[in-house]
Structures are given as C-alpha cells and as structure tokens.
C-alpha cells in the first residue's frame, strides 16, 4: 500500500490521526518560520507544543508496552500454576460419590480394588436396581497374578494379601445382582473408574499405580471435551483390558464351594 493510500486508509478509520497532526503543525511551523510570516516567538511556541504532542504520543506505545509486559508475565504464572503437578494430580476422586449415585454406566478397573467397591456397595446396588450398567475388572486371584501384584508392591512375600483382598472384594460383589465382573490375567499399569463415559458429560478417573502395599495413590481427571484425545485413550483401555480378562464363574463366586 502507497503512503497516499495509507494516509487516506488510516484518516477514513480515525488511526494514526495524532501523529498525522503532529507532522502537519510540524509542516506549517517550519513553512511558516523559513518564509517569515509569523513572529519567531509564535514559531519557537508552536514548536515547543508540537514537541510536547510528540513527547505525549511517545508515552501511549511505553505504556502500551508495559502493560503487555504485566500481561505476559501473568499468563507465564498462570501456565506455571496449569502445569504444576498439584494442579491436575491429587488423591481424591472430586464428585466421585456424587456422580457413582446417579451414573447409568458404571466401570471399574484396578488391583483388587477393595476400598472403591467397599466405599460404593450400596451405590452400586442402588444403581443396578434402577437399570445402570456396571462392570468390574480386578486380578484373577486364582494363578501368579497375586504375586506379580506382590513384587511391584516390594514386597514380594506377601502375595496372600492381595489374594485376601480380591476374594473380600468378590464377596461384596456377588450378592450384587446384574453386575459384570472379569479377572485380569494381569497387573493393570494404572486403575480406572468410567462413568457415563459415552456421555458428552462422562468422566474418567485414572489413578497411577505406585510400588506400596498401603497408601492413596495419585489420580487425575479426564472429560471429553477439554481432554477428548486422552479421555478415548483410557476409554479404549478399558475396553482392551476387558476382551482380554475371563468372566466369573460360580466357582469364582462361592470358592467354599469348590473345597
């Protein structure tokens, strides 16, 4: 674009028009003074206003300037406080008895999970009365799925125990009528708990596996909308993990029968 055209652009969009003035008194100032016409004090005054129209155009871009400056600084500590781990990373579920109360679609995977259904027995057996699908994926006790879970955990003698927790977990399941449970034929890398996951609304808690009998491990939350790529990687996961694991049996059920 020309400078006619320019001018003519930025006079017709109302931009620019300070400095545009600030040249045009400049022009008539110094035509003026060279040809004699005005007294040289009227020059010497305009000129010094037209210095100070300049200085007080300057000061817009640095203020300008310093206000994007305190903009950026802002989002670098807001980026910061996103990124940091306590930001996405805890060890409770948020809204988890909440969203479990009225879910239709109901899975969960993990180790022996014992304290997820213990916590939400009645809630799941709530949820079956009304309709709600509800599926559950934990280790086979039965085999070296137990002590596999023993020597992640470090503490490779004590395979009994998560035996012990798997069979108190399928105690509380069995008398729940309609839920799916399969046993995986190995340790799950993380646990998962899915609720309405088909939903625009689903949610996805992923809780990392640590090396520890005891203790919370770290969780984070997915939703389809703010984490659609990772939200269908899980899902998908937890769909894999099932195709792979067997479906109970009776002797699974009621093992004090098969002694």
Known sequence: MGPLKRLRADVSTGKNLEIYLTALIALVVGVLGVFSVVNPQVVSAAILA?????????????HQVADLEARVADLNRLVEAKLAGDAFLTTVRQGL?????????IRFAGVTLSRTIRAHVEQLRKGLARGASVQVLLIDPKGAVPEEAARRSTSPDRSDVFEHRVKSTIYL?????????RFLPFVPAFGLVLLDAGEDDGVIHVELGTHSVAGRDPVFTLTPRRDHFWYEHFKAEFNRMWEVSREATEDDW??????
């Open 254 to 259: 009621r093992p004090e029968r098969t002694k």
């Open 173 to 181: 399941l069995r008398d729940l009528e309609g839920v799916e449970v």
């Open 97 to 105: 008895d909440e969203r479990v109360a009225r879910a239709a679609d």
């Open 50 to 62: 037209t210095l100070a129209l300049v200085a007080v155009n300057a000061l817009g871009p640095r």
